[in-house]
């Protein structure tokens, strides 16, 4: 079945009987004159039936003459049958008619604007400049001319080197590629000083360009110069250098904590209730029938739309009841949650800041105890490389 | 010129030419070993276990009845029987025929 023959049948079919003596007569006189005819059934002697084409219906009149047979529709299906039986509901057609305007009027403006690729550039600004160039939301589709507002953006925004705008449906995608700006002020060719910028004990120092002013084991503070810019000789004159070398430290991060003995432990009844709502801009918003005596786990399931630059999602929660019980709990059992609290504060917070930096090895005191509870001390000695440049004046 | 029309005539009987086209047809694709059904005096038959069979070429329905189906096809007739005969299309060139095959059978004109 080619793609034609499809379209016919979508149009429309006939389910025809045919009554006569010559019934296979006919059916060789729809093959030969190019009469589309399919699902032919043989009812009893003398009488068929088959499905045809809308179009095909008037080319029996002229076969049916030939053979002497009675034509009978028994069903008609398809689109055109359908919209001649609702001809008459005019709000129906209105309203169809009205949507699809709609439809497409809707697809005919700008409802977001998105702008990538911009580093030190504010997108609020980008977006503003946009709009005073001629893309915004709310904005017409037709008529919107991606060379002129090019222009007349990298006019109002100089910082920007080359801009790319793409319409993909409603949406207009602003690519920005920015100036690269120079670092000022730094030179590091200049003639300078490390100077230490965390305090600790000196475990290695390695000069490259510059003379070391403490030694290995010895305690430094924050400000104090590490590697001095400038090389002592004996025969020759002092001379001024850019200080480079690396200076290893040992320094010591302090985690303290008050634990308690007795510890809130959420124990499930396995009740659930279940609600629905919307959030609207990061605004939760549903139907809360629970009972505010009573402590409940929220597990929220959402499905993000994005209309006029506002998320609207649609929300599932399931809110699982719970008692809260006091539980007790041992001083070993203390000192594991420490370390496991202190891990893992050391590799979120003080970690990433270290420069090569390793823990070497952990002290762990218990100060403070009594019947109550304790206070857990964890130190952790860490190797890590210091110094910052600065510049002789 | 009239008589010469008519011992013309005569002739072209005599030799029969259709014949003689079809037979140097056949030699054409027996010798450059092409399949029979481009000679355009054969019938394609393709069946699915015993529930379809398709009939390519020119074919015309003889007698349609519910458990049987004659058709003519190029130089024989072919005869379908079974139950719930359909022809579930047909068009110039073919003819699909669906239902419980029991037999296909073929009779020489």
């Known amino acids: ?393 | 010129m009239s008589k010469l029309r008519k011992n013309g005539k005569k002739l072209f009987k005599k030799i029969n030419f259709k014949k003689k086209v079809s037979e140097v047809r056949n030699r054409f694709i027996e010798t450059l070993d092409l399949p029979q059904e481009l000679s355009g005096q054969c019938v394609r038959i393709t069946m699915i276990q015993n529930m379809q069979i398709l009939i390519e070429g020119k074919n015309n329905i003889i007698d349609y009845y519910d458990n049987y189906i004659k058709l003519q096809a190029q130089s024989m007739y072919l005869q379908i029987d079974g139950t719930n005969l359909k022809i579930a299309e047909i068009t110039d060139q073919e003819a699909l025929i669906t239902g419980n095959i029991s037999n296909v059978g073929f009779i020489n004109r």
């Not at chain 1, 045809?52 to 219906?57: L, R, S, W, Y």
């Not at chain 1, 017409?140 to 507002?149: F, Q, R």
């Not at chain 1, 690396?246 to 432990?265: L, P, R």
Request: hydrophobic letters at 35%; glycine letters at 8%; a positive charge.
């Open chain 1, 1 to 393: 079945m080619d793609l034609e023959e499809g379209i016919k049948r979508i149009n429309g079919t006939i389910l025809v009987e045919i009554q006569g003596f010559f019934t296979e007569r006919y059916i060789n006189l729809c093959r030969i004159n190019n009469v589309k005819i399919w699902n032919i059934q043989n009812i009893s002697g003398g009488i068929i039936r088959f499905n045809i084409a809308i179009k095909d219906f008037k080319k029996l009149k002229s076969i049916t003459k030939k053979t002497k047979c009675k034509v009978k529709i028994l069903g008609k299906k398809g689109i055109y049958f359908k919209c001649f039986k609702y001809r008459k509901r005019r709000i129906v057609i209105l309203l169809l008619a009205s949507f699809i305007f709609l439809c497409f009027l809707s697809n005919s403006f700008i409802w977001k604007v998105h702008v990538t690729g911009n580093e030190y550039l504010k997108e609020s600004d980008i977006i503003e400049s946009l709009k005073e160039s001629g893309v915004y939301v709310g904005r017409s589709k037709i008529g919107l001319k991606t060379k002129k507002v090019i222009n007349n953006l990298r006019v109002l925004q100089p910082d920007i080197s080359w801009v790319g705008i793409d319409i993909e449906g409603t949406n207009v995608i602003v690519n920005v590629v920015e100036k690269t700006k120079l670092k000022e002020n730094i030179n590091i060719n200049g003639i300078g000083d490390i100077v230490s910028n965390k305090c600790g004990i000196i475990q290695k120092i390695t000069v490259e360009n510059g003379t070391a002013i403490p030694s290995v084991g010895d305690y430094i503070e924050e400000g104090r110069i590490l590697i001095e810019g400038k090389i002592y000789s004996n025969t020759l004159e002092t001379k001024d250098v850019c200080a480079k070398g690396i200076v290893t430290i040992k320094s010591d991060y302090e985690f303290k904590k008050q634990y308690s003995y007795k510890v809130q432990e959420k124990e499930y009844t396995g009740k659930t209730k279940y609600s629905i709502g919307f959030t609207l801009n990061d605004k939760e918003n549903y139907i809360n029938y629970l009972d505010k005596s009573l402590t409940y786990d929220i597990i929220k399931k959402d499905s993000k739309i994005e209309l006029f630059g506002n998320t609207i999602s649609f929300d599932l929660y399931k809110f699982n009841l719970y008692n809260n019980t006091e539980k007790l709990i041992t001083k070993e059992d203390i000192l594991q949650i420490a370390q496991d609290e202190s891990n893992i504060y050391i590799q979120n917070e003080i970690l990433p800041g270290c420069r090569n930096g390793y823990i070497e090895y952990i002290d762990v005191v218990v100060e403070d105890e009594n019947e109550e509870g304790l206070t857990v001390k964890i130190i952790y000695h860490i190797i890590e490389e210091i110094g910052q440049f600065k510049e002789r004046i």
